[in-house]
């Protein structure tokens, strides 16, 4: 198994994009795999996109919008586009609300779609650190869902579904089973890289990225007791249904 993958990592370019939802574990997976020596990374490349149709007023928003391309067509010639010499892996991450209606899915066909997923009541107690009344779509998890259906539909296969408690509590063993799962070679570099900023990282990391920041590997899994105000119980148990719904084709350590 271990001599096919490396064939395959020789002779194969990878496009994986990992869809994502807000206050998860994304940027450290992004930084995961911008360790290893065969990859690209980018960061949220429809974000500006995003921002420029909804008109959501995220933090660093206008500097988003005037720093990032915010043309979806052109973002998506670049996702499927060459890659650099040396290069074998574009990891590529994703929040799945930034796929708006309007953006075309062809082009999902030509990459290896995965998702990553964090448990309701957490990721929303988070993300009302940035976002005071966040809705169910803004969770990205029904574009989540839509996503993978549609993914399992075109492949007739179910795609890598990563739940970041299982990634905290043993990032070896889960990755080793994402890297299997879409047939590229685990390097141990994935599991510690630099702090500190990236140039690939999106100009909102000063924003949203402060604790990520000073990481050097993925802090082990602490759970997080806050509840969530009464005025969001029908957006938390909406989120819980659609979770589930995600979880239960999650992968585990090999």
Not at 7 to 19: D, G, V
Not at 79 to 96: N, R, W
Request: aromatic share 10%; proline share 7%.
């Amino acid at each position: 198994m271990a001599a096919a993958v490396d064939a395959m990592t020789e002779t194969q370019t990878t496009r994986i994009a990992m869809w994502s939802g807000p206050r998860n574990i994304s940027t450290a997976m992004m930084r995961s795999w911008g360790n290893r020596p065969d990859s690209i990374v980018c960061d949220e490349p429809l974000y500006a996109h995003y921002l420029t149709v909804t008109g959501l007023p995220h933090p660093g928003a206008e500097e988003t919008i005037v720093r990032h391309e915010a043309d979806w067509q052109k973002v998506v010639a670049w996702l499927t586009g060459e890659l650099p010499d040396g290069k074998a892996v574009f990891y590529q991450k994703h929040m799945a609300h930034h796929l708006l209606p309007n953006i075309e899915l062809d082009w999902l066909d030509s990459l290896t779609n995965c998702f990553l997923i964090r448990e309701p009541r957490e990721m929303l107690t988070s993300l009302l650190e940035f976002i005071p009344e966040p809705r169910v779509e803004d969770t990205g998890l029904p574009q989540q869902v839509r996503i993978l259906e549609l993914v399992r539909e075109r492949t007739n296969s179910m795609p890598p579904v990563l739940d970041s408690k299982d990634v905290l509590e043993n990032p070896r063993g889960v990755l080793t089973a994402l890297c299997n799962a879409v047939g590229v070679k685990f390097y141990d570099e994935m599991l510690q890289w630099r702090p500190g900023f990236r140039d690939t990282d999106g100009v909102w990391a000063k924003h949203w990225y402060a604790k990520v920041e000073h990481t050097t590997s993925f802090v082990p899994y602490r759970s997080k007791p806050d509840p969530v105000p009464a005025t969001l119980t029908g957006v938390l148990e909406e989120c819980n249904e659609l979770y589930q719904q995600l979880y239960r084709y999650r992968i585990t350590a090999t």
